[in-house]
């Protein structure tokens, strides 16, 4: 009966993937032909970049993210604008910007493109339908000062006057209501869990939140500043002065046109010449190749953004991506990297908050072996690279971080919710059993730790944050004392971070890729190509991996192919059978068969 139930679910994977799967992928090529990059046709192309959607730091890893509307990434922007500047055809970037607050590294990364794309003789220029105090406005303000003609349109609200945050604490809620968040911190800075224990700001909580904000809001300054030429107190003055509608703004210098996204779109296409297009920025960057550049020498690309953890990712569903760092994955890359003999270094992009102290060892330990392997690692930070995102990056041959990258807070916490009593008052009883040693009942929800608990936790606390603290004094050649110091767990910005000597390198990912190259001794007037660790899945392994191909499902699909007459169907399938079982090690005993 089992083998029955077997078989069944076997015949019915295999129709499912005959039937929904297959026809996707003969129509996909199509859509994919009728929806691929559309090249410039015009004498002049101007790209349009729209903003509003929001971007990932990195490129998705879905093979099928062009059907998906997944967000652009930081980094498929600034490889698609170097590519763009060497295009004849293409000689300008008209940019729609967001109307609330971009992540402050991404805009300081997009800024550097910008920048880089004018002095290759091509124009910038940015519109905005209106500024708001949501989250870091003052850093969409600085990524359209960037552009060199910042439109606003009729009536808008410049309101990019400042920065604020707000926390939301539970204490008085958890008291009243008979829960109690039993944590153990690493030190005083290491305040992830302050808004489970506190009801208010403690003075280190509040120390490093106004350091980084701080911090994030003068280097915003100082960019727009320098790129509008303008003195930095009077500008900071003018701003905070605000909020100003888009008139009072263009009659104090913040910007440099006011009118609808139409008439900008007109200005730029006229500065374009004669017959220049709009052109979306996803029909021109879409379906190149990931790698980039040429060269005789190659630097790998690693990537790794959202929170770290054990395993790999695994099949799961194939057209969605993955907003995890799994150490499985990126170990591997690291040791694909290292076996290419055309790598010379590695840039590690890292964009992590942090995760498993377990996982950002493994990934570090790669590190290692890259160096080792005569490869240096040179990690570019993304929004952030903090805890055990900078756990990753400690030992890298240099790291590179923008200005306002969230960096540092070597620290560590842990601990529990306690809920025995909150349930108590609705007559629900929690009640545990163990077996073995004390500790074996240590994260019961029923109550908190007893003394004998709380002292082997917090020794285990202290080993993880010590072991955290000897990598990085080993990685950045501090000593121990200093570093414990400078930990405690607190956040700092990119720019803090490089005056505490956490940080080697103010500046974006081609700075990284040009600082691997130094240390590859590899010529910096020489082309390198980039190229992505892992490669992206194709289509039929992305659905190979979620879905897998047993014998059975595969018999189900000979079936279907017999009975339907249809032999490019057998031999897609029969390529995809093969190639799962030479995954697997198997053989496969399939004869070739011909498509007519």
Do not use: C
Not at 447 to 472: E, K
């Amino acid at each position: 009966m089992k083998q029955f139930f077997i078989t069944v679910a076997g015949v019915f994977a295999g129709l499912v993937l005959f039937f929904v799967v297959l026809p996707f992928l003969l129509i996909a090529p199509i859509i994919a032909a009728a929806s691929a990059p559309k090249e410039p046709t015009a004498r002049a192309a101007v790209l349009q970049l729209d903003l509003r959607e929001g971007l990932s730091d990195q490129p998705s890893t879905n093979p099928f993210a062009a059907f998906s509307g997944e967000p652009d990434s930081v980094l498929d922007v600034i490889e698609t604008l170097r590519r763009a500047e060497k295009d004849s055809r293409v000689k300008a970037l008209f940019v729609r910007l967001p109307e609330g607050g971009m992540a402050p590294a991404s805009a300081e990364e997009l800024r550097q493109a910008f920048l880089h794309f004018r002095a290759a003789g091509k124009p910038v220029v940015a519109h905005s339908q209106g500024l708001y105090p949501s989250g870091m406005v003052v850093s969409t303000y600085m990524l359209g000062a960037s552009s060199g003609e910042l439109w606003m349109q009729n009536n808008a609200s410049f309101q990019a006057v400042g920065l604020a945050t707000e926390e939301l604490f539970f204490k008085r809620a958890f008291d009243k209501y008979g829960v109690k968040a039993d944590y153990e911190q690493r030190y005083e800075y290491k305040n992830a869990p302050n808004p489970y224990l506190q009801s208010d700001f403690t003075p280190a909580h509040r120390e490093a939140t106004l350091g980084w904000m701080t911090g994030v809001y003068e280097s915003a300054l100082k960019a727009v500043a320098e790129d509008r030429k303008q003195d930095v107190k009077k500008l900071r003055a003018t701003i905070e002065g605000g909020p100003w509608s888009a008139e009072e703004a263009l009659s104090k210098g913040l910007i440099d046109k006011v009118g609808q996204v139409e008439e900008a779109e007109a200005a730029i296409l006229a500065r374009a010449g004669k017959g220049a297009e709009i052109v979306e920025f996803d029909d021109y960057s879409n379906g190149r190749d990931a790698d980039v550049g040429k060269g005789k020498s190659t630097v790998a690309v690693i990537g790794g953004e959202g929170a770290i953890m054990t395993g790999r990712s695994g099949g799961g569903d194939p057209f969605g991506s993955s907003s995890a760092i799994y150490s499985d994955d990126v170990a591997d890359a690291f040791y694909d990297a290292i076996d290419d003999k055309n790598v010379k270094a590695i840039v590690f992009r890292v964009s992590s908050p942090g995760g498993s102290d377990t996982a950002s060892e493994q990934i570090l330990a790669a590190v290692r072996a890259a160096k080792r392997a005569g490869k240096p690692v040179v990690v570019s930070m993304g929004t952030y690279a903090a805890s055990g995102g900078y756990w990753i990056s400690s030992d890298a041959s240099a790291i590179v971080a923008h200005p306002s990258t969230l960096t540092g807070s070597i620290g560590v916490f842990g601990g529990k919710f306690v809920l025995g009593d909150a349930l108590g008052r609705f007559g629900v009883d929690m009640r545990g059993m163990s077996v073995g040693g004390d500790y074996a009942s240590a994260f019961d929800g029923a109550q908190g730790f007893d003394q004998a608990q709380r002292a082997a936790f917090s020794h285990w606390m202290d080993t993880i944050y010590d072991n955290f603290v000897a990598r990085v004094a080993a990685g950045r050649k501090l000593p121990v004392e200093r570093v414990r110091e400078i930990a405690k767990g607190r956040v700092w910005t990119g720019a803090q971070a490089k005056e505490l000597g956490l940080v080697d390198q103010l500046g974006g990912f081609y700075d990284a890729v040009a600082q691997a190259k130094a240390l590859a001794k590899i010529p910096a007037d020489e082309d390198v190509r980039l190229k992505r660790f892992p490669a992206q899945k194709s289509p039929f392994e992305a659905l190979s991996a979620a879905f897998g191909v047993s014998s059975t499902s595969v018999r189900a699909l000979a079936a279907a192919g017999w009975l339907l007459g249809d032999p490019r169907a057998e031999a897609a399938m029969d390529s995809l059978v093969e190639a799962r079982m030479r995954e697997r090690g198997q053989a496969a005993v399939m004869a070739p068969r011909p498509v007519g």
